[in-house]
Each structure stands twice: as structure tokens, then as C-alpha cells.
DNA sequence: TTGAAAGCGGTACCAG
DNA sequence: CTGGTACCGCTTTCAA
């Protein structure tokens, strides 16, 4: 076990190299103005006693401060305002230890408005930028430009093709919709019946992610069940309640309902007064869900834990703006499943 | 949003109230010898400016190491073995925040063993102390001097009454064997059979609240079912492999198991050639129990993250130390379920 | 190309 | 009771 007690500074290293704290400096933050033998020296001394810096002394001697933004989506959606909370409870403590947070809200499924918020932080000159966006060409161009002026950008939620960003922080989404079907195919009792399948937007990357995750656990594990084509809704609260009466009428035997929104308010209130009681599988853990699921409306769960999403953005910035590694696992955010049962505490 | 840039230090604290650095930091530390005028002068000022203290300023100057051992039984253990490799893992990037980890493991099942290892720990003299041990009156004593002796002692995995104890860092076990009961009762296609209830140790407090968990739900919601006595294993594979048969041969019609193990080698083993396939539910993601899964011997997994778990524990340990306060949300743990579709990457 | 020295926000010793 | 000051580990002018 670790019981080493003295770690050796950068005075062990210039003492050790015959060199001063400033050519140590240098070497150490890759400056110019050191002859290739000195330098040489200096790495030595660094292999040789073990040397790690000691980053709290560096920010404190840089006075370095970190701003970050999150850019989503202006959506009337509960789970983007539990987002929004928690970066602002967050941003508190950050604040003491150097670290900025900021918000900008985008027009919701409008790219255009994400562009002008991108171009806009990048020439205000923000370090990092966590955002959450649909994949489209202007998207992409605006990231590009972002990175291209030396801010590190990490996609949230939603993932961008890796030569986009820097990092991903969300969940396998696939992987939820399998997670859905596999509960959705257990929690019937029956072997056949069509299953309805709601989505905020048809172009999200991770909500088409979750309809392939869910069609093929389906098809592979229940062929007996067919899932009925993708009904959009835009986490319009109206706009569910108005359409679902219809979809209700026209396929009888619904026996499931997988809603992969961001907003559960008409699914809801729609099931609260309906006659037919499928089982329903739902995402995110926000109040109006938690209620979903504690008054028995809604089945199971499907989350992810928006403090932990929030916490891995800053810490991924960070490492990558400091160019120094970071801990895999502790940022994997998991696909977190509810019953009732293990509600965690409100 | 938060904008600020400069936060007031000491030093706009000792010029706002017309006292030296030294007598600012006497009260700010609440250290003896100022008048009590003085000490009202400085600490309106800090109100006034809004003054937080810089941590990490403070442990630079402070030099200050803190030393936290993690004390858990030596059972054959998949479990705590992870446990110990995430300590491990996690002790190399704490050394580097002046925090060092150690790890005593307690002969299983002995609270003789745990009481001299916490004496001995005191003795030391620890800055901190996570503990996983039965709820003996030996161990509660022995706890009771460690705390004495101003070491801070936290709760793991397993509860202690709180007023033994600073923290406890794990998941609330009645909810699990709820969350247990609930998929059991959905997963089992028929309204009647029994349930086999195996555990580790009749004694552990966290083995005993998931059974009370489990039989409230099944009682509850699947009255149609028998919870079998609880038959204690002690995470001896060997003797799990030798007990099953005969139960399953006393019990016929076993629709379901629930593991609350700590060990699943022998349940996996036996299983994997019975012809009797029941629904299983076991506890903490290892990887026997990650591959019980996939095989299909097991149906879900209700786990807790021991990285999180450590986590939580060296980041509850020093702040109460420091007496800053801490943010309970991050520091729940989670009660997680694995199905084989949600379970991460290995 | 190199080094001396001041300073980041606090702490702690010693003198008065 | 109070203040002066060196120092924690590292960074950053400014001169040499």
C-alpha cells in the first residue's frame, strides 16, 4: 500500500539537475529557450526522482481560471432544466476552485441558433464548450472553427463523431434501448401486441439510437410483439395529449409504450385518465417522472444521472485543457434503471 | 450565471479590517488569543467581502497529509476484492492530493480482529477511518475510542447506528431487497412457487434489511409466493454447491432465487448444471457475476459502484476532517440494476 | 540560454 | 494579544 510520504518538487529536480527553478520551468511546461543538453539534464532529473507535478500549486501560482460553457437546447423539457440546476448548484463550488460555469440555451431544433452561439463563445474565448446539438453540416463547420481556435469542445448527451469533439459524455444509448426492450418484453404478460414508440425528434442521434437498440432486442427476444413506427412529438405537452386519443383508437392492443423523451408531462396525463393501462417505459428521472413511476402510471425508468453528466463534462474539460490524463471509469456515465422501488430519495 | 472573477483572500480581509495576516488567520482557524472586538472586526469583514476560504492554498501551506484506512474482512470475495483493487487504483492519483490510503483486512466473521485493527489504527493515529464490520458491541467500543482519539469513522457498505459513526457510504439495503422482490415477482411468469433466500451472513446488518426489503414486496405485491427461510452460506463456494441440491430437492417448484452474496461462484457453478432453471437475482457487478449474466444463469444484478464507494468515502472522510460541508447527492450511492443489456463495457 | 526573485492564498513560528 | 515574515510548490517577469 501507498506510504510514501515526501514527493519530490520542482526544487529537488534543479538541485538535482545543477540547474535554477526557472529552467525547470521550462522544461516542464514545454518552453522554448533551453538548449537541447540542458533540457536533456532536466528530464533526467524528472525520470530519475519521480517527479509529478503538484497541480493545486500550479493553478494557484498560474491564477489560472477556467470558464466553461453548456450549450442545449431551449426546449420546455425537465430534463434539460435538471441539467440547468444542477450546473448551477455546481458552479458554486466550482467557483472556489477556479472554474467558471456558464449556460446558453439554444433554440430547440434549430441549428442555425446553435451556430451563432458556438462562433459567439469562440470569440469571446471560452476554454471549453459542452454541447448538446443535432448533427448537422453547420453544427459540425461551427465546431470546427471552436477547436480550430483552441477551445476544447466535449458533445453532451447526444454523441458527435468522434473527429468532432474531444469527448462524449452520456450513455450508450443503444444500449438503453436494448435495456428498454428487454424490461419492456419481461414486465408483459403476453406474448403479442403492438407497442408504441414516442420520441421528442426523429433527427436526435441519441433517440434514433435507442429505437435500433429497441427493435432489434425486440425482434431477437419477443418476435411476438410488433413496435409501431416512430410518432414524433417535440416534447409538446399539447401536442402528446392531442395526438395520442387517435393512435390509441387506430391500433388496438397496445400493450407497451416506449417514450424516449425529454419531456413526460402529456404522456402522462394522457395515461393517468386512460382506459388502457399498457406497461410503460419511460426516460429520465425528473419530478414529473418520479410521480409517473411512484403513482404506478409508469413502469420502469431509464436515466441517466444529470449531477454525474455535469461533474464528467467539467472534469473532461479540465484534464483535456491541461493535457492530462483522466479516469475512464470514473467518467462512463451509466444507464441507470428505476422501479419504484430504488427511487432514490427526492 | 456566475461571472465573478476575483475572489477576496486573506489579505483583503486583514486591510478591510485593519488587523495583520496572522490574527485573521487566528480566527479564521479559531485559534485562541484574540480579543473578542478583534475577532468581531475580522469576522465582519469576512461576511462583508463574502471570504471563502482557497482549500487548496491552505493544504499547500499547511503541508498537510491525510491518511485514511479502509478496514473490511478478508472473506474469499469478489466483492471486496474489487473494492481493494479500486483503492489501489485510486491511491496513486490521491498521493498527489496529499492523501494516502491504506487497507486492513479483518479476519471474516471476527470481531475480535476488527476491534484490534481499529485500536491499532488509533494508536497510529489516522486521520480517517472507512469501516465494513458486524454491529457487535466490541466493535461499537472499539469505534468509539477510535473516534475519540479524534479520528474521523465512516460507515461502508454495511450501516452502524449513527451515532457511532461520522458517515455511511453505501446503498439504503431495505430498498434493494425491494427493488430485488419487484423484479422477481415481474420476471417470474406465474403467480406461485417459492424463493430461495441465500445470504453471506445472518449477522451482516446490510445482508438482513434487503431481506426484510424483499419479503415486505413479495408479501405485498406477489402474495401468491413463498419466501423460503434464509439459508446462510458464508461465501464458500464449496459449501453453496454442496447445500443446493438438497434444497432444491426438499422444495420442489423453486421459481426464484435471490443471492445476497457477496460471493457468486458457487451459485453460478451449481446452476450452470441444473436442470431446474429459476429466475436468479444476485448482488454486485464482479466479473463471475457479470458472466452469470451474460450466460443467461442470472436475470439481473443489483450492484452498488465501488469506485463511487471509495470515492465517496476519502472525499467524506476529509471533509469532515477539514469540517467543510459536502454534497450528499454526489455522495449517494446509487442501488444499480444490470440486466445484460445495461451492463457496461468491461 | 539561464537565473534571481516576487508572488499566488494561506499557515505558523517567533518576537514584541 | 498582535504583527512580521518565512515558506508550501510552482509560475512568471525581468535581467543578466
Redesign the pocket.
Known amino acids: 500500500m501507498t506510504t510514501t510520504l515526501?514527493?519530490?518538487?520542482?526544487?529537488d529536480?534543479a538541485r538535482h539537475a545543477?540547474?535554477?527553478?526557472?529552467?525547470?520551468?521550462?522544461v516542464?511546461?514545454a518552453r522554448?529557450?533551453?538548449?537541447p543538453?540542458?533540457?536533456e539534464r532536466v528530464n533526467r532529473a524528472i525520470v530519475e526522482l519521480g517527479?509529478?507535478?503538484?497541480t493545486a500549486?500550479?493553478n494557484?501560482?498560474?491564477?489560472?481560471v477556467y470558464r466553461f460553457t453548456f450549450v442545449f437546447p431551449d426546449s420546455p423539457s425537465e430534463f434539460y432544466d435538471s441539467l440547468e440546476a444542477q450546473i448551477h448548484s455546481q458552479s458554486d463550488a466550482l467557483s472556489n476552485e477556479r472554474t467558471l460555469l456558464n449556460i446558453v440555451r439554444t433554440q430547440a431544433y434549430d441549428s442555425q441558433s446553435v451556430v451563432e452561439a458556438l462562433d459567439e463563445l469562440a470569440s469571446q474565448g471560452v476554454d471549453g464548450i459542452a454541447v448538446n446539438a443535432p448533427e448537422t453540416p453547420a453544427v459540425r463547420d461551427a465546431i470546427g472553427r471552436a477547436r480550430k481556435a483552441g477551445i476544447v469542445v466535449v458533445a453532451l448527451i447526444s454523441d458527435l463523431p468522434s473527429s468532432f469533439r474531444d469527448h462524449f459524455i452520456g450513455i450508450d444509448n443503444r444500449s438503453a434501448g436494448q435495456t428498454a426492450a428487454q424490461l419492456m418484453g419481461r414486465f408483459i404478460n403476453a406474448n403479442e401486441g403492438c407497442i408504441l414508440f414516442l420520441t421528442s425528434s426523429r433527427l436526435a442521434r441519441d433517440h434514433l439510437e435507442r429505437r435500433h437498440g429497441f427493435d432489434a432486442v425486440m425482434s431477437a427476444r419477443f418476435p411476438g410483439f410488433k413496435v409501431l413506427p416512430t410518432i414524433e412529438v417535440r416534447d409538446d405537452a399539447h401536442l402528446v395529449e392531442s395526438i395520442l386519443p387517435n393512435v390509441f383508437k387506430t391500433w388496438n392492443g397496445i400493450a407497451g409504450v416506449y417514450a424516449s423523451l425529454s419531456s413526460n408531462h402529456g404522456l402522462i396525463e394522457y395515461l393517468r385518465q386512460s382506459v388502457i393501462k399498457p406497461i410503460v417505459i419511460a426516460h429520465e428521472l425528473t419530478p414529473a417522472s418520479r410521480a409517473g413511476l411512484q403513482q404506478g402510471v409508469f413502469d420502469a425508468l431509464i436515466s441517466q444521472d444529470t449531477g454525474h453528466i455535469v461533474r464528467s463534462a467539467v472534469r473532461l474539460m479540465r484534464t483535456t485543457v491541461e493535457s492530462v490524463p483522466h479516469n475512464a471509469l470514473q467518467e462512463r456515465i451509466r444507464i441507470e434503471i428505476f422501479l419504484k422501488e430504488n427511487l432514490p430519495p427526492a
Chains 1, 2 share one sequence.
Open positions: 515526501s514527493k519530490p518538487t520542482v526544487n529536480i545543477g540547474v535554477s527553478l526557472a529552467t525547470v520551468d521550462r516542464l511546461n522554448a529557450g533551453v538548449r543538453v540542458t533540457r517527479y509529478v507535478r503538484d500549486a500550479a494557484l501560482a498560474r491564477n489560472r
